[in-house]
């Protein structure tokens, strides 16, 4: 391969928040959402949420974090766009919003312009190709996604807001609230307080416009960023202002299965080759609801104009062409999972946080050592020997209780008791491969370097043989414990794909769909696919160990084919679309 490889959630220093309970309680975890992408001389610039700056790439592959103390640090939903040949910069606030503009971002000649005239939640400014500028903002359970056009010299806005989305969760099932479109009461007094203000409605947020040839894509957030079903859909107009019609392939972006889930509340950029990618925001969600990831999918618009991601296995590795490439056949590197639900041993254990909890294909499970020591270590039994590509080591914040820092060293954020630590933190790792579990081949080490990498993906310069990877630690953040919530071993298993597979099933409702196949022998797991017809199955959810799905997810009055693709170490086999 290339080297131009990654894998979600991207290999970021994502920076840690010290989050204050109302009711008490301390959670201090690592947290990036809502990303934009935007491409400036040449260079790609990313803003989320919480990063006390941004970061920058030459590829797409490797980022480097830019601290800034002249933007917001602690601001929700950065948006950044080129506007008149420089960046322009706001994001959520409370009272009225702020502009800030920049011609050298890596210089932090970040200039505040000008206050805005009105209160926005989750904002997105675009300039047309007449160079008028508008402003898109929203994020309620009870209100609509606006738009207004902005004067590009004062910022302020020109004419009434129009009102442009709200939530339609009797038509839309991907709109609808719970992990798997399955709601759940909320427990204790802050809970059901939330319960009684909110009830099931979604939160709609997020807007995001592009403009392909005539058309204007408006594409927003929902249902909730703490659920795996978040999602980004959309609505196509003819104006920046509409009228817009609800694009019923809604929702374009949606990743509710595998290690990492959701894919909601992002940006849709094209690259410097052309190539359109979709970027957006991806859940773990057990240290606080906000502790979330960045996801980087390949997508663009097919011939009748319909807004795609393709998100077939995508926390799997994913190729990063240095060129024009198809982004449905020239994505995958044809690298497959070879460490679900492989034995795992370790150096030590918490109670509660075994081993086994690293190779179970979950980011929200995790193994914790017995000490906060170096030297801890956690190895994984592949069961037979493998060509092995790649590693991914994910680890998890259990517990961190870092000394309080002094005031002035921290950026607080304008709501609730939350805060940002200024500088990385270690996650240091010896990373080892063998056939037998006696010799082992060192193929990354990063102790004593104080690299931060939470989510390493480790691509071999050469494929190896083996059958045993272990992991061992070095410094890890604040002192903590070594915890791992996803060992993940990459190439091909001996062997052969497992046979094709055909679902069955019944539409429950006009929303929901409920499929079941035969299980087949040698299946790790299946990849559903299914979309509006059978050459537009653009959406997808990926199980394990399982022969039935519930899916929520479809809109009203649409016809959907369903096909199940069987899958293991060896490869993929796809299935035949069949209507359901």
């Known amino acids: 391969m290339t080297g131009r490889i990654v894998c979600n959630p991207l290999d970021l220093d994502y920076r840690y928040q010290d989050v204050r309970g109302l009711f008490g309680g301390r959670s201090v975890h690592r947290e990036a959402a809502d990303p934009t992408v935007v491409v400036y001389r040449g260079r790609y610039y990313m803003f989320a949420s919480m990063t006390r700056g941004f970061w920058h790439s030459e590829d797409l592959v490797t980022w480097t974090h830019q601290p800034s103390e002249r933007i917001p640090a602690v601001d929700y939903a950065p948006d950044v766009r080129e506007v008149d040949g420089a960046l322009l910069f706001t994001a959520s606030r ?135 079903t978040y999602a980004d859909g959309c609505y196509v107009g003819t104006g920046p202002l509409g009228p817009f019609e609800y694009d019923q392939n809604s929702p374009f972006s949606s990743k509710p299965g595998g290690f990492i889930t959701g894919a909601g509340h992002g940006s849709t950029f094209q690259d410097r080759h052309g190539n ?43 190729q990063v062409h240095d060129r024009a490439f198809d982004p449905w056949t020239e994505a995958s590197p044809g690298w497959m999972l070879l460490s679900y639900r492989a034995t795992a041993a370790a150096s030590s254990a918490l109670p509660g946080h075994e081993p086994a909890l690293a190779t179970d294909e979950s980011v929200r499970t995790w193994w914790v050592a017995g000490s906060d020591q170096p030297g801890e270590w956690l190895s994984v039994d592949l069961g037979a020997e493998a060509t092995v590509h790649a590693l991914q080591v994910n680890l998890a914040d259990h517990h961190l209780a870092p000394r309080a820092p002094r005031r002035r060293d921290l950026h607080r954020a304008t709501i609730g008791k939350r805060a940002v630590y200024p500088d990385s933190q270690p996650t240091e790792v010896r990373v080892e491969v063998s056939t037998d579990a006696s010799e082992w081949v060192t193929v990354h080490d990063t102790i004593g370097t104080r690299a931060d990498a939470p989510h390493a993906f480790i691509e071999l310069e050469q494929s190896q043989r083996a059958r045993y990877v272990r992991v061992t630690s070095g410094a890890m953040p604040f002192g903590g414990r070594f915890a791992i919530s996803g060992l993940r071993v990459f190439g091909l298993a001996d062997g052969v794909a497992p046979r094709a597979v055909t679902p069955t099933g019944e539409r429950a409702d006009e929303l929901t769909v409920a499929l079941a196949w035969e299980p087949v022998p040698g299946a790790v797991g299946y990849n559903v696919r299914y979309g509006t017809s059978p050459e537009k199955l653009y ?15 479809l809109n009203a009055g649409v016809p959907y084919w369903f096909a199940v693709d069987s899958f293991n170490g060896a490869g993929v086999t796809p299935g035949t679309a069949t209507r359901i």
Not at 122 to 131: A, E, S, V, Y
Not at 189 to 197: E, F, P, R, S, V
Not at 279 to 300: H, K
């Open 539 to 553: 959406h997808s959810w990926l199980v394990y160990d399982r022969s039935a799905l519930v899916v929520g997810s």
């Open 94 to 228: 409370r009272s009225r919003g702020r502009f800030f503009r920049s011609v050298d971002p890596l210089g932090d000649d970040f200039e505040e312009v000008a206050p805005s005239d009105i209160a926005f939640w989750d904002p997105d400014t675009f300039q047309d190709d007449d160079g008028r500028l508008y402003l898109y903002w929203g994020c309620s359970h009870n209100q609509p996604i606006q738009g207004v056009e902005l004067d590009r010299e004062t910022l302020q806005s020109i004419g009434e807001p129009i009102a442009l989305i709200s939530a339609d969760t009797a038509t839309r099932g991907w709109e609808r609230t719970g992990d798997d479109y399955v709601p759940v009461a909320r427990t204790g007094l802050m809970g059901k307080a939330m319960d009684a203000y909110l009830g099931d409605a979604p939160f709609i947020e997020g807007a995001y416009v592009n403009r392909v040839g005539d058309r204007y894509y408006l594409q927003y957030a929902g249902p909730g960023t703490q659920f795996n």
């Open 276 to 318: 359109w990618w979709h970027v957006a925001t991806m859940r773990i969600s057990v240290n606080a609801d906000f502790e979330r990831r960045i996801g980087l999918f390949p997508a663009g618009f097919d011939e009748d104009g319909v807004l795609f991601c393709n998100q077939n296995f995508a926390d799997y590795p994913m």
